[in-house]
């Protein structure tokens, strides 16, 4: 199966992880399989656990990594990296690589339902299975859905679009990305549509983060990671909007905090001691090259942190 994604930040994110020969490492996320691969080829009595939930990946990472001694390839959520290696009778890692967020290949795949771009089924599930987009919009209240399209899509008409689609589904549901399209640009003003940028994008962004859960797969799976990572360990962390990289710079600033007492206390009573230091102060942007060469990598973020 062609599984298309142009791996972000790449070079960045396998000299971010300072891979070692003989390491074990994860990539809980791995689409098609371009981290992935760049990790292998690194690796000679190594073991590399690629992850994902879509089986689209899963087929895609079969074919593209069989030819790899070093690659395990299981299909679950990145959230549960720590069940994964359990099973695997391994007990802790040397690296961790999360990329989040929709890939290409889901976008682009009409059929999938990520994209306002195409008119079809209305779905964005990455695992395809449980609840659909299509779920969310007929079945949630008004309440529901404002507050799913104004916290995960920061979208200030989110009242607007959810009464808007309440009063469509009265008259028939909602079933493709098209109509869903359609009642959002009906909903927000004129120059709204006017000036640039898709007036559903932050509507879609929100129901597919619902959908799947995305923020809170998040947490889990960056405090999965750390649990399993060895001293020295490297996680490294990808994110496309700043819901996500808020969520991983928080998490690894408190991996890096170490005593909280007040500054006027003589002696630490907290018993807090620093678990992690970050590789870079500042999150690592693509080039100018890369963004003109991959225009969905302008918004990638990369963090790194270093187990103590």
Known sequence: MFF???????????????????????????????????????????KLISIDQDPDAISALKERLS????????????????????KLSIDSVDGVLLDIGVSSHQLDTEKRGFSYHYDAVLDMRMSQSGPSAKDLVNELSLSELTKIIKMYGEEKFARNIAKAIVRQREISPINTTGELADIIKSSVPARVRRDGGHPARKTFQALRIAVNSELEMLEQGLDAAFSILKPEGRISVITF?????????????????????????PICVCGNKQKAKLLNKKAIEPSDEEIIFNKRSRSARLRTCIKL
């Open 4 to 46: 298309s994604h142009v791996p972000v930040l790449l070079n960045e994110t396998i000299e971010s992880l300072s891979i070692k020969e003989d390491g074990v490492y994860i990539d809980g996320t791995a689409g098609g399989g371009g981290h992935s691969e760049a990790i292998l080829k690194k690796l000679t009595t190594g």
């Open 241 to 265: 909007h700043s819901l996500e990289d808020k969520i991983v710079k928080n998490k690894m600033n408190e991996w890096c905090r170490g005593c909280i007492c007040p500054k006027d206390f």
């Open 67 to 86: 030819k790899y001694n070093s690659s395990i390839i299981v299909q679950s959520n990145f959230s549960n990296m720590d069940k994964v290696i359990s």
